[in-house]
């Protein structure tokens, strides 16, 4: 017990060193400004403070560069603040304006109707073109017009109007939408679709950094009707936000041959960030030489989502068995022996509330958790929690469910007659529990408490929609910004393997010792009964 208690103690004081760090300011005297950091050009990711990128204040040590922190600076500049950028997965965007994390969303968002009824928008920034991207050795690398992809697999990324724009393409063969650009440049160049829909600037750099990739633009007569609503990139802020008129009188002064020349700036601020990273490669072009030039410049990005991945998965795993030990005691225990009425009663209460929290965090996603914790509880009950700590709780508790039926299954597969000797010898059920039942549960369960942590580090991935900066949110980062998607992805899963069989490996010579020790003193004990 005294060294459990230095455990909790021990995690409560790290713990106490994420709970004072609140998503960002509230003093009004910060624009804090939410994007991906993972969409070049609009917005990118460097390792550097170089060409004028802006620190990342959710991720240290990472800069935020591109169309977007252009336009962002120039705004927070008129407005007399200081620019705070927040890196934010694209599907948290929206959430983080409405439950107030964030000030504003510049991200290359364009206002349609869906979102105007969750968000305003301010007057464009940028005005996008549409086309096609398709590989150069396609059937429909020199399509004319849209019409030219009879049979095609196309697809858009998801919550965008580019995927309505399918519609109007005689003939095309429709596909399900997909998460990300980086998603669909890798499906296209694998052959999995033949091509997705997508705006100029974003086409160039993927064209740029995938020479199999091809982009065809058409003109009015041959392309995409489209609402011209749809082609305004704006600034998104909540509802009757007083920074609407603001942001739009600054808007005004930024002509379209200024925009142009700002995004033809950091379309080569892009290129030329990628082309420094293989400076030391420029002899190897092969595929893993592209590997060894993306380590080789953001290896810190990658191993500050590692350390943040692991420590999360340490964490929370330790909690989670603690609330699941817990939860599997209390739920254990013999209600026909409570006989005070009111304490019955409060039994009876507390277990419908346990076994509700086990099936109500077993049956639902992380993902959906995460977002209903982390913006629901800021948004509803005014309670901002910082992203760390808001991970911890969030894996913590969804572990707890699942191992309070582990620990469940290893206190029955203690023989009953344990339970028995342990009444008749006059011990409550807390010390029949502690004394007897638990030590050997633990010893019964360790491998699935190894397999729950190593679970854990591969779910904390979906912590990325509350901008938690773990390892798979990174190589996120990596990718959009270099579109260098398979030697980036094949990095991370190497890093993933890595963790996985190592930890999988120290957990096995741990379980073997323990199984060892336990045997050698069940050895001696029955030595010296045989003896006695």
């Known amino acids: 017990m005294k060294r459990i208690r230095r455990i909790l103690l021990s995690l409560f004081l790290v713990l106490m060193t994420f709970t004072n760090v609140s998503f960002a300011s509230e003093d009004g005297k910060v624009l804090r400004v939410g994007m991906e950091v993972n969409y070049a050009p609009f917005n990118f990711s460097e390792v550097v403070d170089q060409n004028g990128g802006i620190p990342v204040a959710n991720s240290p040590g990472e800069y935020a560069n591109g169309y977007d ?6 705004i927070a500049d008129e407005l007399g603040m200081e620019l705070e950028i927040y890196k934010i997965d694209w599907d948290g965007l929206i959430p983080a304006l409405t439950s107030g994390k964030i000030d504003a969303i510049v991200a290359g968002m364009s206002p349609t109707e869906e979102r105007l009824k969750q968000i305003d928008f301010t007057d464009s920034y940028y005005n996008a073109t549409v086309g096609v ?16 992809y009879k049979d095609a697999k196309i697809t858009a990324q998801l919550g965008t109007f580019h995927l309505d724009l399918i519609d109007q393409m005689d003939g095309v063969n429709k596909q399900q939408a997909l998460d990300s650009f980086p998603t669909m440049i890798t499906a296209t160049i694998s052959g999995t679709i033949d091509g997705y829909i997508s705006d100029k600037s974003g086409a160039l750099i993927a064209t740029k950094a995938n020479k199999e990739l091809v982009y065809r633009d058409f003109n009015e007569e041959e392309g995409f009707e489209i609402d011209p609503m749809l082609t305004r990139i704006a600034v998104g802020v909540k509802k009757s936000s007083d920074l609407k008129d603001d942001i739009n009188q600054i808007l005004a002064n930024l002509p379209q041959d200024e925009q142009d020349k700002i995004m033809e700036d950091m379309i080569n601020v892009a290129s030329l960030s990628e082309d420094n990273g293989k400076e030391a490669n420029d002899e190897d072009k092969s595929f893993f030489g592209e590997m060894k030039s993306i380590w080789s410049r953001y290896s810190s990005l990658f191993l500050k989502g590692i350390v943040n991945t692991l420590f999360i998965a340490i964490v929370s795993t330790i909690l989670g068995f603690l609330l699941g030990l817990l939860v599997a005691i209390i739920r254990k225990t013999e209600v026909n022996k409570i006989k005070n009425p009111i304490g019955y009663g409060i039994y009876k209460i507390v277990n419908f509330l346990l076994g509700a929290y086990v099936e109500i965090f077993r049956g639902t996603p992380m993902m959906v958790q995460s977002v209903i914790i982390f913006y629901g509880l800021k948004q509803y009950f005014g309670i901002d929690l910082s992203t760390m700590f808001a991970a911890i ?18 206190i029955n597969s203690i023989n009953k007659g344990q339970f028995e000797a342990c009444k008749a010898l006059g011990m409550t059920h807390w010390q029949t529990m502690k004394n007897v039942i638990i030590p050997q549960t633990v010893r019964t369960i360790l491998p699935s408490l190894g397999n729950e942590f190593v679970i854990n580090i591969k779910d904390t991935s979906v912590l990325n929609v509350i901008s938690v900066t773990e390892l798979f949110f990174m190589s996120k980062s990596v990718a959009g910004s270099t579109y260098q998607y398979f030697p980036t992805y094949l990095i991370t899963a190497l890093i993933y393997f890595i963790l996985t069989f190592a930890i999988t490996r120290i957990l096995l010579v741990v379980e073997r010792r323990l199984m060892g020790r336990e045997y050698i003193k069940e050895s001696s004990t029955g030595a010296k009964n045989v003896n006695n």
């Open 69 to 74: 922190v252009a336009v962002a600076k120039r």
């Open 133 to 148: 991207v398709t590989r150069k050795d396609s059937a429909y690398a020199n399509a004319k017009d849209i019409n030219d």
């Open 393 to 410: 709780l969030i894996v913590s508790i969804n572990t707890g469910a699942y191992l309070s039926e582990v620990v469940r299954g290893g």
